[in-house]
């Protein structure tokens, strides 16, 4: 049996921001950290295929990447109101708030992090 993909949002609010809910409708695993290093934690016990930062919280976790010269195997998408990509290596994308579920979900699948399909069973 596959496994769905796991996303891992950064943000501070509920995790029902950003379309999460459309995400595992889309069939994606979708798990949740409001901090920094609650995300490190999540990342190190359930290696996500995809990363969302969110506002400050995501620059946050971004920066304790960056402060600690970690390694990070998948994308990362930065959503916020200014462009930070310049200052780091690891955000994958950025996107422009506001952001609709739709349009986050078109992006990750552009990412190429696509859910794999199962077969039909009769």
């Given at each position: 049996?596959?496994?769905?993909?796991?996303?891992?949002?950064?943000?501070?609010?509920?995790?029902?921001?950003?379309?999460?809910?459309?995400?595992?409708?889309?069939?994606?695993?979708?798990?949740?950290?409001?901090?920094?290093?609650?995300?490190?934690?999540?990342?190190?016990?359930?290696?996500?295929?995809?990363?969302?930062?969110?506002?400050?919280?995501?620059?946050?976790?971004?920066?304790?990447?960056?402060?600690?010269?970690?390694?990070?195997?998948?994308?990362?998408?930065?959503?916020?109101?200014?462009?930070?990509?310049?200052?780091?290596?690891?955000?994958?994308?950025?996107?422009?708030?506001?952001?609709?579920?739709?349009?986050?979900?078109?992006?990750?699948?552009?990412?190429?992090?696509?859910?794999?399909?199962?077969?039909e069973t009769d």
């Open positions: 049996m596959t496994s769905a993909l796991l996303i891992l949002i950064i943000d501070e609010r509920h995790d029902e921001a950003f379309g999460c809910e459309q995400l595992r409708k889309a069939g994606y695993c979708v798990v949740h950290a409001r901090g920094a290093a609650a995300a490190l934690s999540l990342i190190e016990q359930d290696e996500p295929d995809l990363i969302v930062t969110v506002d400050r919280v995501g620059r946050e976790f971004v920066r304790s990447l960056e402060d600690t010269r970690a390694l990070l195997d998948c994308p990362l998408i930065m959503i916020g109101e200014h462009d930070s990509r310049q200052s780091s290596r690891f955000p994958t994308k950025f996107l422009l708030k506001p952001v609709a579920g739709a349009q986050l979900l078109l992006e990750i699948r552009n990412l190429g992090v696509t859910p794999a399909q199962h077969p």
